[in-house]
């Protein structure tokens, strides 16, 4: 079955920029009709949908994050990627990465990658 | 604050059924999907398309919905389901899926 799994630093300076990448296993990133998604959250609070990507490139990102959001995809590594530039501290959080799927009455998060703590500080 | 709204925490006796709400008026247009989460692991989907079980998860979880409320109902609550639940929608927009605060559920 499909396993997602993040990557990347763990501690992020101020002012700088948060590169994650999710890594999927037990299938192709390409096959089927997902979309790849990255969600985020603070240490005792809820989820935070950051954005999306669908394997031909096309994005849709959470309007309160938009300014400072990129996520790419690179089919041929079977990852997609996600970029937070300008980051504070109240960027830091578990992000996790997961495959979307729906129709249209709704959409779902399924499976989900075992999130990666990234903490801003200086 | 979220356009979806879940109480911040429920109760329920071992073996009982206890039903956790979300509200916003997306879910008027839009079906719900639930998401377990125990502590220190990455939320699970229990319920998709208003009341789908992925494979699984028990038919205890059921789900739910009437007007500007959707619903995951555990029939016959157990230990092992205390957890924070998530419900998932869309924003007003239609276009930008959103959480729910989240419930914490406890078995008593």
């Known amino acids: 079955q499909v396993q997602l799994q993040e990557s990347g630093p763990g501690l992020v300076k101020p002012s700088q920029a948060l590169s994650l990448t999710c890594t999927v296993s037990?299938?192709?990133?390409?096959?089927?009709?997902?979309?790849w998604s990255w969600i985020r959250q603070p240490a005792g609070k809820g989820l935070e949908w950051i954005g999306r990507?669908?394997?031909?490139?096309?994005?849709k990102y959470n309007p309160s994050l938009k300014s400072r959001v990129t996520i790419s995809v690179d089919t041929s590594k079977n990852q997609f990627s996600l970029n937070l530039s300008s980051v504070t501290a109240a960027d830091t959080a578990v992000y996790y990465c997961a495959r979307e799927d729906g129709d249209f009455f709704g959409n779902w998060f399924d499976p989900w990658g075992q999130g990666t703590l990234v903490t801003v500080s200086s | 604050s979220s356009e979806l709204t879940q109480d911040p925490a429920v109760s329920v006796a071992l073996g009982q059924t206890v039903r956790i709400t979300c509200q916003g008026d997306?879910?008027?247009?839009?079906?719900a999907s639930w998401y377990q989460q125990k502590p220190g692991q990455a939320p699970v989907l229990v319920i998709y398309?208003?009341?789908n079980r992925p494979s699984g998860i028990p038919d205890r979880f059921s789900g739910s919905s009437s007007g500007n409320t959707a619903s995951l109902t555990i029939t016959g609550a157990q230990a092992e389901d205390e957890a924070d639940y998530y419900c998932n929608s869309r924003d007003s927009s239609g276009h930008h899926p959103v959480f729910g605060g989240g419930t914490k559920l406890t078995v008593l």
């Open positions: 990507i669908y394997t031909s490139g096309s994005t």
């Open positions: 997306s879910l008027r247009n839009y079906y």
């Open positions: 037990g299938g192709s990133i390409s096959s089927g009709s997902h979309f």
């Open positions: 398309d208003k009341n």
